[in-house]
């Protein structure tokens, strides 16, 4: 996995995880702008809920034995098509884009093992 990639899913499992829970830390407002209404609006369980997913999903596409096959990776795929829509007409625009962002990480790594899988095939011209 590159590292951006890593970098991005451990910065969103950081993130989430610090925005559910700031609330009980201080009442100072939340350093991420974007994540404020998430913060200030939402209740501690839906704020712990997103959190949970965030670090759950993101954990699973960082060990990497769970991502050796491609049906598990077009599973993970489809939950993350569908957390993002989610996220996007419930909860807000942060929880919909980090699962957008998880859709393309595991499609990079469908797509590296699609590669891996089939070798390069020789031009007849050649």
Not at 63 to 70: A, E
């Amino acid at each position: 996995m590159k590292k951006v990639n890593i970098i991005f899913i451990i910065a969103a499992i950081l993130a989430f995880a610090a925005a559910a829970a700031w609330p009980v830390l201080t009442s100072k407002p939340f350093p991420i702008q974007g994540m404020r209404p998430m913060v200030e609006q939402s209740s501690d369980a839906s704020r712990v809920l997103q959190a949970v997913l965030v670090a759950a999903c993101g954990l699973w596409l960082l060990v990497q034995p769970l991502q050796k096959s491609q049906p598990s990776l077009r599973f993970f795929q489809g939950i993350a098509v569908a957390l993002a829509v989610f996220g996007f007409v419930r909860l807000g625009i942060p929880f919909g884009a980090i699962f957008c962002g998880f859709f393309l990480v595991a499609m990079q790594l469908r797509v590296h093992i699609q590669r891996r899988a089939c070798p390069p095939v020789e031009s007849p011209c050649e």
